[in-house]
């Protein structure tokens, strides 16, 4: 039986603010791109994945391929995967509940061994986060699907085979379990209204270093030829665009100019428009992967920030971006189309004097000009994130608890802001 963590081990952050950052950073490899990899590993004899971001996620993964007899190595910034006998094809329940994005590794272990059996992941601190879109692209691979009192209990009587898929909406996960499984099934496979996300093309450059045949066409579908194996291969992950855009988050709420190195460009497009609007002066330098960022005293507010499936406007920086309109002059519309529950960070940033009301899918952002501090909590990964940038700008000492959130995704936050200038100190 778990017991309840205290507050220390679930972790707290002190940061006096405010405080003016200054200098370089290099950006971590993402994870988002990571934890695919890791559940399509699992099908190579070898995988040696560099730019692995060293996060208690990813331990997480690592933990679900040991528990399938791989063993993994760190060497550095890199993970050697290296597969063993398989000693089963269940993913037992406390291996689920330490991370919700182990459903991937449903497709990988269905290919791997031709039968899986998992418990049924529940909410998270986003919504209830199905997974019928997940299960239905399996079922079109051949997958039979049964419930077994609470668990899933995933058989392949015919053997995987190729299929058209047409997802109901371009879930990251969904496209990342069928494309996986796909990779090794009879024949050819379609995946049409897949997500387009650069995870997504990670995941593929991966699996085809690995000796499958992926295609992406530049409308976004997924085509994707049978093997009968993959072979080890090596790879290296691309850098994560939302630690970036904190970052730029993190300049902007607090007037400072900032450097990241190991960027793409590319990545960011939806997301350095509104950095200009709010009156940052962004460069971006493709050629040596820099972009660069002078934040003016007090930003300007937002018209309207809407989330939206990749090349969109990402979820995933919703919070930290709320977290600098929260000073700035004007109001901020924020509209959140991905997630049902995900502005869990508000009510926190309400304790530091903010000024927004949320309304279904909508939230209204009055910049208040100064932020207090106070006792805050991470509510999710991204919230956490966004209460960091609020304490950097904020005048005085915040307590942020239950920063264990805030490590599933950032590899030493408290260190890479404090080399920058910042007064963070971890208990
Ligand atoms: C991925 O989650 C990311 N996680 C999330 O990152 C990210 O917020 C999200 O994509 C959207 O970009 C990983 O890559 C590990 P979805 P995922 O399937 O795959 C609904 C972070 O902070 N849906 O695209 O779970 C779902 O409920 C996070 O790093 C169904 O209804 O996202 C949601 O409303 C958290 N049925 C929407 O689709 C399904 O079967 C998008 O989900 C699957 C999803």
Known sequence: MGRWRTEQENGIYLVEGPCRLQGEIRVQGAKNAALPILAAALLTPESVIHRCPRLSDI????????HFGCRCEWDGGTL????????GCEIPEHLMREMRSS????????????????????GCELGPRPIDMHLSALRRLGVRIEDD????????????????????FPSVGATEN???????????????????????????????????????????????????????????VIPDRIV???????????????????????????????FEEMGCAVQQNRRDATLSIAAPQTVSSLHMVRTMPYPGFPT??????????????????????????????????????????????????????????????CTDLRGGAAMVVAALGAQ????IGQIRHIERGYEALDECLCALGASVKKQ
């Open 103 to 122: 459903i991937v590794f449903l497709g990988a272990a269905i290919a791997r061994c031709g039968s899986a059996r998992i418990s049924m992941p529940g």
């Open 80 to 87: 050697h995967v290296t597969r063993g006998e398989m000693t």
């Open 244 to 274: 970036a855009v904190t970052y730029l988050c993190a300049a902007a709420a607090t007037g400072s100019s900032l450097t990241l190195r190991g960027v793409e460009t590319d990545h960011l497009a939806a997301c350095l428009p509104l």
């Open 316 to 377: 995933d920086a919703q919070a930290p971006l709320m977290a600098v309109c929260c000073r700035a002059k004007g109001t901020s519309i924020f509209v959140e189309n991905i997630f049902e529950n995900r502005y869990k960070h508000a009510a926190e940033l309400l304790r530091m004097g903010a000024d927004i009301k949320v309304e279904g899918r909508v939230a209204v952002v009055e910049g208040v000009g100064r932020l207090h501090p106070a006792r805050v909590e």
């Open 59 to 66: 331990d997480a993964a690592a933990d679900i391929l040991r």
């Open 396 to 399: 005085g000492e915040t307590r």
């Open 178 to 236: 069928a494309m996986i499984a796909a990779c090794l099934a009879e024949g050819e496979t379609e995946l049409h209204n897949a997500a387009r996300e650069p995870e997504i093309a990670d995941l593929a450059a991966f699996l085809n270093a690995a000796g499958a045949r992926i295609h992406i066409d530049a409308a976004g579908s997924v085509f994707i030829r049978g093997v009968r194996e993959l072979h080890a291969c090596e790879h290296t």
């Open 149 to 168: 009192d609470g668990f899933l209990r995933c058989t392949v009587p015919g053997g995987l085979h190729g299929a058209r898929i047409a997802l109901p």
